[in-house]
């Protein structure tokens, strides 16, 4: 129920009880975002659960805002329940109503207290008011990407809760295989389990097919590393999977491009690195290791190289794997 406020009030007592009422509105309003995609996606169903849990779920409504009018969204969050104690909007993708983010604080002030709102948006534009007065007047949570570290302690706890055990160094080595996507970590934790309860190496090896990408990065570790029997081993391998010799160069063109970003701005740190260069947290600090010993120079020169072969791939006759393995040979 809304407050009573007597006009006959002093000024700063209205204001004060109006920034009460306006409180109690707003602390109903959540705000969910991030790049992890995977917590925030627990984090609202976790929302939803709870809200069937007590009120049913009559109340329930799922909107997407780029196929609204305001004028209809602010009816639908103005608008007390029916059937039901309370509401839950769940609102999707608020930046992509244009309108919506300009008159965002009209839009709040609208809000019944008998209705509960979750935005959800993945990534906000910070220069826009939308992102600013979402994160001044409701509960803002942002989810991020966990880095390798994170993401092998988040592995052994789930694995635990999960009815296994998944041990530390067995975890970082689920990761360097399967890649830091951590929903795609969590349907590989899920098929290892169903295996054996206790994970190993070796169950991870049987069960789990490295990602490509994955596997070049060890590729040019390997060749960085003058290592040339394990780079070419490494290189059979993405053959025997199928992978082209052209896919192969272009993901390898796509981690020295990782590397030229990771090198020119490394005195930044990899936190900055990432968000600057909308990379993950985990590839960065990996990709931090590899060009410790390298130069700047030997850098531009690889990319130089790496350029030259992929046109000469596009429009020359040559044997393809012959060329690729040349060039790892020779980093």
Do not use: C
């Not at 590899?290 to 992929?310: C, G, I």
């Amino acid at each position: 129920m809304m407050a009573y406020i007597s006009l006959n009030r002093p000024i700063a007592y209205r204001h004060s009880v109006m920034q009460w009422v306006h409180s109690m509105i707003t602390d109903m309003v959540i705000t969910l975002t991030g790049s992890n995609d995977f917590l925030r996606k627990i984090a609202l169903q976790k929302i939803k659960a709870d809200f069937v849990k007590n009120h049913g779920d009559f109340g329930l409504e799922n909107i997407h805002s780029g196929e609204v009018e305001l004028g209809r969204l602010l009816e639908s969050v103005a608008s007390l329940p029916f059937l039901a104690q309370r509401r839950m909007i769940i609102l999707d993708d608020p930046s992509s109503n244009k309108l919506l983010g300009e008159k965002i604080e009209q839009f709040l002030d609208a809000i019944a207290n008998t209705t509960d709102l979750i935005m959800v948006e993945r990534k906000f534009d910070k220069r826009l008011t939308l992102y600013k007065v979402l994160k001044k007047r409701t509960d803002y949570r942002e989810y991020l990407d966990l880095d390798e570290h994170g993401l092998a302690r988040w592995l052994s706890m789930e694995a635990t809760q999960r009815g296994g055990e998944l041990n530390s160094s067995d975890a970082h080595y689920l990761i360097q295989r399967a890649g830091s996507n951590q929903m795609g970590l969590s349907n590989e934790l899920d098929k290892l389990l169903s295996y054996e309860p206790t994970i190993s190496k070796g169950t991870i090896d049987l069960l789990i097919e490295p990602l490509p990408q994955s596997s070049v990065f060890h590729l040019l570790d390997a060749a960085f590393a003058g290592n040339h029997k394990k780079a070419l081993e490494l290189y059979d391998d993405q053959r025997n999977q199928q992978v082209e010799p052209q896919a192969i160069m272009g993901m390898l063109a796509w981690q020295l491009h990782v590397i030229a970003v990771v090198k020119f701005n490394e005195k930044e740190g990899a936190d900055i690195i990432a968000k600057e260069a909308k990379l993950n947290p985990y590839v960065v600090r990996k990709t931090l290791n590899l060009t410790r010993n390298l130069s700047q120079k030997a850098v531009k020169e690889l990319v130089s190289r790496a350029l030259a072969l992929d046109v000469s791939l596009k429009t020359e006759n040559i044997d393809a794997d012959d060329a690729v393995q040349h060039f790892l040979l020779t980093i």
